[in-house]
């Protein structure tokens, strides 16, 4: 069975897991396609199917695997347009962080939020069906109480997209 040992790294908290060639095997193949079976899986892994999914489910307890989710072809869905926005606030009291958040977290469109170092406060990512709608979105965004400033660039093409962790 897979090992996971927590041990703390850095002041922050974060926490790594140890995990073992089988358990790298088993991420990498679910990576690949999430969907197959526990069988198949510890065919391609090596093992038999109890442990396997053992330690599928080892490394769900520890949060190593989050989820599973479809990956959806946003254009056949009708959105055309890939956006960020870069978001210096006026105040960086946590409060006001905070509330920033919350409103962020509740608009569909924002796909991913990070803090950054440096003069910019966040970045967004954002998909919208048209430049209309983002920059509604934009109006809405440079309105909110504690946004000094909101630059923007719209994505030409996507380079690359890897949503598998490197392991």
Not at 86 to 93: E, G, M, P, R
Not at 133 to 152: G, I, S, W, Y
Request: contains cysteine.
């Amino acid at each position: 069975m897979a090992r996971l040992h927590q041990r703390g790294c850095f002041s922050g908290g974060f926490v790594r897991a140890k995990l073992d060639e089988i358990d790298l095997r088993i991420l990498a193949e679910l990576q690949s396609d999430g969907r197959m079976t526990n069988v198949e899986l510890s065919s391609r892994v090596g093992i038999s199917p109890p442990p396997c999914l053992r330690r599928v489910r080892a490394l769900e307890e520890a949060g190593v695997i989050t989820g599973y989710r479809a990956l959806l072809d946003e254009r056949k869905l009708g959105i055309e347009v890939v956006c960020f926005a870069f978001v210096h606030l006026a105040s960086q009291a946590e409060a006001d962080l905070a509330a920033f958040q919350e409103r962020i977290r509740e608009w569909s469109l924002v796909r991913e939020c990070w803090t950054l170092s440096g003069d910019i406060d966040f970045i967004l990512k954002c998909v919208a069906a048209d430049l209309k709608a983002f920059q509604d979105f934009v109006a809405d965004l440079t309105a909110l109480p504690n946004v000094r400033n909101v630059r923007t660039a719209l994505a030409l093409d996507r380079v690359k997209d890897a949503p598998i962790a490197p392991l």
